[in-house]
Every structure is written in structure tokens, then in C-alpha cells.
């Protein structure tokens, strides 16, 4: 039958495949070439060892690898014929001259390729970034669930918001801090840049995803800051190149990335400098700000450290403060804090996009906080944009501070059924609300549309209403996913009530990225 035929040839060829395997093994394992290891004398011979092995026959090659205190040698041994190497292998015992005799394993051609391909895919990732920092003079030490939201942020606020031109080079991940990415920026006034970063109101939206700004000088040197070495080329380099051209400076801080490796650098410094550069070490009183930053450093047992590493530096006036750093709530105020800091910026950043928008425009109107508590968006609604009456919807509590505001209303119920409620009280469109918000934990993103279609199909709110929800990935993980049901969120909306204007955000407040 075609069914047995089929099976019988599946088989056949199963069996050819084991005897062949089978005579690849016996081959190799009758090579006339031995593996020689644990060579006990640095200065060994090849004469010395092949006479040690002539016994078993004809030496025709010995080849001795390593030694010289790297690493312990060994040695390949060839016979005229496969018979005296297998000698060898059976009878030769470990002896002054050696500790082990095994057959010469073959070369596995495809680790070669492998290996071929992944110094190659290094040498071109490290000729990349050499190429980035080339055109690069401000370095951002980002955390790395927040890269793609402050490439947006440069080139589409702070850009425009503070007319600066500047163009994002490139970014790395740090293989040195875990959940550090480096973020390449080039900029005609990197110190204009860094001042207008450095400003409260925009410390206040970026502090969750900058840790440290670095000014340096385009191109890097080939070095790890992790070894005594590293650290003398990249201080030889500071000296020479960006030091010497800069003859008023008067005393100085060190700025290093990574942090460990700043006593190394000091002890460079210190061993090197022949003009009195560490003597004008003085963090608390400096006049210029020494940037040191390993941009690169590649992890692996192939890798050589003294050129899979790069490392950027530069000198600039100290003039700001390059840590960004927001001050840490108190008292538990974590949850109330993050949730300010969220409406804030994104209020923030749509402002900065439309010149017809102000948040001013809707003072003393009446506002609505849904699934407010602990209470960080009517905090912002109350306090910062001056609402009249703010109805903050929880059924849980709100902090005492914001409880007590006279301008809060606290309605201790779920939205759906705080709509009722308000709806009952409108006497004239003075009493609709005008500003909407929910940063509600719901089932859905599809459910924040649906509460606010609700109040406006129920009379709540006025002809036109500025709101801001926060969509919510409930289902599957990734950012693609995440955009994906965002897309179709925003989708629906749109088909459903008259938007006269929208834009999405991904936050830098997020607890996460």
C-alpha cells in the first residue's frame, strides 16, 4: 500500500542518516591528529614534545599554542597515520611535560560563521556609533521604558517651545547600568539646551525619565573606564584635546558615567596631570563641568575591551545644575504626586501644541474628576487651574488636604451614578460642566468613552468640553499592542461625538513606562 511504502522509505533514509553519523564519528575519532594539554614548561620545545611522542610513531607537526603567562599552553600533535595517533591517545599517561592526551576534535565550521557574523555585526554596531558621536554634543542618561517619549519630547516641545534647533543623533542601551539607555542629541548651543531642560516647568514633566545631562565634545576615544588603562587614554585625551584649549579654568567637578568608575578616573588624573588639574578638583565651588561618559561598551567572551568600548568627554561651565532630579513626596503623598504631575503635563503638552488652547480660558468653571481619589487630578483642577467647583466621583477617600478644599465636591459613588445626581441639579448652562477627567482604573480603554458620551448624551456638559482620559492597557503586553487598542479607542470616539480636536500622549509620569 502507498501508506506502508511511504513509511518504509522514511525508514531506509532514517537508517542512513544513523550510519552516517556513525561514520563521521569513527573518522574523527580516527584522525592522526591529538589534542596535548596542560603543557607543564612555558618554554617547551616543539622539538622537546615531538620527541616525547616519536614512540608511537612517526611525528610529523607539533604545534604549541598559548603560554607567555596568559594562558596555560597546549599543543597539536600530527602523525603520519591515524594508527600512531590512536596509540598515542590509548598508551600516553599525563607526565612532566603534559597532563592530558585526547583526540583533536574537528572544527565546527558553522561556530566559525557564527562567530564570524557576530564580530562583524559588533564591528559595524561600534562604526555606527563612532559615527553618531561625531555629530553628537549632548548626551541624556535616560531610563530606557521612556527613550521613545523624550526623543518626542526634544524635537516636538522643547524644540518649538524654547526655539532651539537640535536633531537626535542616535541612542544606545547602556550594557553598564540596567534600564539606562543613552540618547545622542546634537544641538548649535548644547548649553542653551541644557539650561532650558533644566527649567522647573519642564523638570516637572521629564524628572521620571532623565537621570543626567552630559555636554561633551563630538568624537570618542577607544576605551573602558572599568580598567586603570582605559581610564589613563580617556584622561590623556581630556588633557590634550579639550583641557588645554581651555586656559581660564579655574576649578572643576567630574561628571562620570558610569559612577563607579569615578575613583579610577581621579587616580588617572592625579598620576597624569602635569599642569595642576587635580588640584582645581572642587565640586562644591567649580567654574567648569567635566563630562565623562562610556557610551559603548560591548559584553563578550570575543570581546576586546580596549576597543569594543567608546567613551565621550567635554568640558562646559557650570552654570546649571545637570542633574535632573524632582523632589520626593512625603508623608505617602506618592500616589496623589504622580497623579498630579500626569494631568499637569499633559495639560502642559497640549498647550504647547495649539496656540488657540489655554487651561486660564476655563477658570472659574465647573469641572468633573472621575475615579479622583486619592485626589492628585482634583488637586491639579482645584489649585492650579482655579476651577469653581471641582466634583471629584470615588468611593474611596480623598486626602485630607483636598477633601477640605471649599471648591471640592466629593461624591462618595461610581460615575454612573453620579450622573443622575448632577443631572439633577442643572438649573442653567452655567451649572454644565466644562472641563471632564477620569483617570479611572476600568475594565476597558473603550469604558472612558463611554462614561463621558454618557454625561453628554445625559445634559452634564456644556456645548463644548475640554477633556483628558487616560487609556489604559488592560489586555496583552508590548507597545504595539498598547498603540494598537489606543488607535481603535480614539477610532470609536470619533465615530461617535463631534471632536473638534485630539491628541495622544504617552506620559513620562506613568509609574512605568
Same mark, same amino acid.
Request: charged share 25%; glycine share 4%.
Given at each position: 500500500?502507498?501508506?506502508?511504502?511511504?513509511?518504509?522509505?522514511?525508514?531506509?533514509?532514517?537508517?542512513?542518516?544513523?550510519?552516517?553519523?556513525?561514520?563521521?564519528?569513527?573518522?574523527?575519532?580516527?584522525?592522526?591528529?591529538?589534542?596535548?594539554?596542560?603543557?607543564?614548561?612555558?618554554?617547551?620545545?616543539?622539538?622537546?614534545?615531538?620527541?616525547?611522542?616519536?614512540?608511537?610513531?612517526?611525528?610529523?607537526?607539533?604545534?604549541?599554542?598559548?603560554?607567555?603567562?596568559?594562558?596555560?599552553?597546549?599543543?597539536?600533535?600530527?602523525?603520519?597515520?591515524?594508527?600512531?595517533?590512536?596509540?598515542?591517545?590509548?598508551?600516553?599517561?599525563?607526565?612532566?611535560?603534559?597532563?592530558?592526551?585526547?583526540?583533536?576534535?574537528?572544527?565546527?565550521?558553522?561556530?566559525?560563521?557564527?562567530?564570524?557574523?557576530?564580530?562583524?555585526?559588533?564591528?559595524?554596531?561600534?562604526?555606527?556609533?563612532?559615527?553618531?558621536?561625531?555629530?553628537?554634543?549632548?548626551?541624556?542618561?535616560?531610563?530606557?521604558?521612556?527613550?521613545?517619549?523624550?526623543?518626542?519630547?526634544?524635537?516636538?516641545?522643547? !524644540?518649538?517651545?524654547?526655539?532651539?534647533? @537640535?536633531?537626535?543623533? /542616535?541612542? *544606545?542601551? =547602556?550594557? +553598564?547600568?540596567?534600564? &539606562?539607555?543613552?540618547?545622542?542629541?546634537?544641538?548649535?548651543?548644547?548649553?542653551?539646551?541644557?539650561?532650558?531642560?533644566?527649567?522647573?516647568?519642564?523638570?516637572?514633566?521629564?524628572?521620571?525619565?532623565?537621570?543626567?545631562?552630559?555636554?561633551?565634545?563630538?568624537?570618542?576615544?577607544?576605551?573602558?573606564?572599568?580598567?586603570?588603562?582605559?581610564?589613563?587614554?580617556?584622561?590623556?585625551?581630556?588633557?590634550?584635546?579639550?583641557?588645554?584649549?581651555?586656559?581660564?579654568?579655574?576649578?572643576?567637578?567630574?561628571?562620570?558615567?558610569?559612577?563607579?568608575?569615578?575613583?579610577?578616573?581621579?587616580?588617572?588624573?592625579?598620576?597624569?596631570?602635569?599642569?595642576?588639574?587635580?588640584?582645581?578638583?572642587?565640586?562644591?565651588?567649580?567654574?567648569?563641568?567635566?563630562?565623562?561618559?562610556?557610551?559603548?561598551?560591548?559584553?563578550?567572551?570575543? !570581546?576586546?575591551?580596549?576597543?569594543?568600548? @567608546?567613551?565621550?568627554? /567635554?568640558? *562646559?561651565? =557650570?552654570? +546649571?545644575?545637570?542633574? &535632573?532630579?524632582?523632589?520626593?513626596?512625603?508623608?505617602?503623598?506618592?500616589?496623589?504626586?504622580?497623579?498630579?504631575?500626569?494631568?499637569?503635563?499633559?495639560?502642559?503638552?497640549?498647550?504647547?501644541?495649539?496656540?488657540?488652547?489655554?487651561?486660564?480660558?476655563?477658570?472659574?468653571?465647573?469641572?468633573?474628576?472621575?475615579?479622583?481619589?486619592?485626589?492628585?487630578?482634583?488637586?491639579?483642577?482645584?489649585?492650579?487651574?482655579?476651577?469653581?467647583?471641582?466634583?471629584?466621583?470615588?468611593?474611596?477617600?480623598?486626602?485630607?488636604?483636598?477633601?477640605?478644599?471649599?471648591?471640592?465636591?466629593?461624591?462618595?459613588?461610581?460615575?454612573?451614578?453620579?450622573?443622575?445626581?448632577?443631572?439633577?441639579?442643572?438649573?442653567?448652562?452655567?451649572?454644565?460642566?466644562?472641563?471632564?477627567?477620569?483617570?479611572?482604573?476600568?475594565?476597558?480603554?473603550?469604558?472612558?468613552?463611554?462614561?463621558?458620551?454618557?454625561?453628554?448624551?445625559?445634559?452634564?456638559?456644556?456645548?463644548?468640553?475640554?477633556? &483628558?482620559?487616560?487609556?489604559?492597557?488592560?489586555?496583552?503586553?508590548?507597545?504595539?499592542?498598547?498603540?494598537?487598542?489606543?488607535?481603535?479607542?480614539?477610532?470609536?470616539?470619533?465615530?461617535?461625538?463631534?471632536?473638534?480636536?485630539?491628541?495622544?500622549?504617552?506620559?513620562?509620569?506613568?509609574?512605568?513606562?
Amino acid at each position: 500500500m502507498v501508506g506502508t511504502n511511504k513509511s518504509c522509505l522514511l525508514l531506509a533514509l532514517s537508517s542512513l542518516s544513523i550510519q552516517a553519523a556513525a561514520a563521521l564519528s569513527v573518522t574523527s575519532a580516527r584522525s592522526n591528529v591529538i589534542f596535548v594539554g596542560g603543557l607543564c614548561e612555558d618554554d617547551l620545545s616543539s622539538t622537546k614534545l615531538g620527541k616525547e611522542f616519536d614512540r608511537y610513531g612517526n611525528v610529523v607537526d607539533v604545534s604549541i599554542i598559548g603560554g607567555g603567562g596568559k594562558q596555560q599552553p597546549y599543543a597539536f600533535v600530527q602523525f603520519d597515520t591515524p594508527q600512531s595517533a590512536q596509540a598515542a591517545i590509548l598508551e600516553a599517561a599525563p607526565s612532566a611535560l603534559y597532563r592530558q592526551v585526547k583526540a583533536a576534535q574537528p572544527i565546527d565550521r558553522s561556530k566559525r560563521k557564527r562567530s564570524n557574523t557576530s564580530r562583524q555585526k559588533r564591528e559595524a554596531e561600534l562604526q555606527h556609533l563612532k559615527d553618531v558621536c561625531s555629530r553628537t554634543n549632548l548626551v541624556l542618561q535616560v531610563q530606557s521604558t521612556h527613550i521613545d517619549r523624550i526623543k518626542d519630547f526634544l524635537t516636538n516641545y522643547i !524644540s518649538k517651545n524654547e526655539s532651539i534647533e @537640535l536633531a537626535i543623533e /542616535g541612542q *544606545s542601551s =547602556s550594557s +553598564i547600568t540596567k534600564n &539606562v539607555s543613552l540618547v545622542f542629541v546634537s544641538t548649535s548651543n548644547p548649553i542653551s539646551l541644557a539650561s532650558a531642560l533644566s527649567k522647573s516647568e519642564h523638570l516637572e514633566i521629564i524628572a521620571r525619565a532623565v537621570n543626567k545631562l552630559y555636554i561633551v565634545q563630538p568624537g570618542a576615544v577607544q576605551a573602558d573606564m572599568s580598567t586603570e588603562v582605559g581610564c589613563e587614554i580617556v584622561v590623556k585625551d581630556l588633557i590634550k584635546n579639550k583641557i588645554a584649549s581651555n586656559d581660564d579654568v579655574e576649578s572643576i567637578r567630574l561628571q562620570i558615567f558610569p559612577p563607579s568608575c569615578q575613583g579610577k578616573v581621579i587616580a588617572a588624573v592625579e598620576s597624569l596631570d602635569d599642569d595642576g588639574l587635580a588640584a582645581k578638583l572642587n565640586p562644591r565651588d567649580a567654574t567648569e563641568t567635566i563630562s565623562i561618559v562610556q557610551v559603548y561598551k560591548h559584553k563578550g567572551k570575543s !570581546s576586546d575591551t580596549s576597543t569594543d568600548a @567608546l567613551v565621550m568627554s /567635554g568640558v *562646559s561651565k =557650570s552654570t +546649571i545644575d545637570y542633574s &535632573v532630579q524632582r523632589e520626593s513626596p512625603k508623608n505617602g503623598q506618592e500616589a496623589i504626586s504622580r497623579a498630579y504631575y500626569k494631568i499637569k503635563e499633559a495639560v502642559s503638552r497640549y498647550e504647547s501644541e495649539r496656540a488657540d488652547f489655554s487651561m486660564e480660558s476655563y477658570r472659574d468653571c465647573i469641572a468633573i474628576d472621575c475615579g479622583s481619589a486619592p485626589g492628585g487630578w482634583t488637586k491639579y483642577l482645584a489649585q492650579d487651574a482655579k476651577m469653581k467647583i471641582v466634583h471629584s466621583v470615588d468611593p474611596g477617600d480623598l486626602d485630607p488636604a483636598i477633601e477640605l478644599d471649599n471648591t471640592v465636591n466629593h461624591m462618595r459613588m461610581k460615575i454612573q451614578d453620579a450622573i443622575p445626581q448632577l443631572k439633577s441639579q442643572i438649573q442653567c448652562d452655567e451649572d454644565k460642566i466644562k472641563v471632564f477627567v477620569s483617570d479611572a482604573c476600568l475594565h476597558s480603554m473603550s469604558a472612558q468613552a463611554d462614561f463621558l458620551l454618557d454625561a453628554k448624551e445625559q445634559g452634564i456638559l456644556a456645548d463644548e468640553v475640554f477633556f &483628558v482620559l487616560t487609556l489604559k492597557c488592560t489586555i496583552g503586553h508590548g507597545k504595539a499592542n498598547f498603540d494598537a487598542q489606543v488607535e481603535q479607542a480614539v477610532s470609536n470616539l470619533k465615530d461617535r461625538a463631534e471632536i473638534r480636536d485630539l491628541s495622544v500622549h504617552h506620559l513620562f509620569s506613568n509609574r512605568i513606562g
